[in-house]
């Protein structure tokens, strides 16, 4: 079920812009508006689920295995020395859209982020 409220939804839908870098049935993955470093890129099943505590396990893990596709293609271009993968579920835990999404964030040489 999409959400009209929900920015990843209408990002999905094609209501709202986005730069994509990838999608399938499944899954769309797209950069980051405000990147935390350069390559930070989000990775959403299309369906709606709020968080970790939602997501079916078969979903996450077909999910974390685009990660991994795309952080390797992220490092070849990019050229990053590392990758912070991060996943936040919950406003305690720093979540700010609640649809469930994947972080991937390339670092680089004296990129001083704080994570
Ligand atoms: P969270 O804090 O929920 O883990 O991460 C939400 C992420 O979505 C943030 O990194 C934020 O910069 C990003 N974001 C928020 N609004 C938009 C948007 O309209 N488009 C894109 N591409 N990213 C967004
Ligand atoms: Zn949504």
Known sequence: MSSKNCIFCNIISGDMKSATVFENSEFKVIMDRFPASK???????KEHVENIFDIE???A????????QISKIL???LNCEGMNVL???GSIAGQTV????????????DDKINI
């Open 75 to 77: 490092k070849q271009t």
């Open 57 to 59: 396990t078969d979903v």
């Open 39 to 45: 390559g930070h890129t989000l990775i959403m099943p």
């Open 87 to 89: 996943q936040n579920n």
């Open 61 to 68: 893990s077909r999910l974390f295995a685009l990660a991994t």
């Open 98 to 109: 609640d649809h469930f999404h994947l972080h991937l964030m390339p670092r680089y040489k």
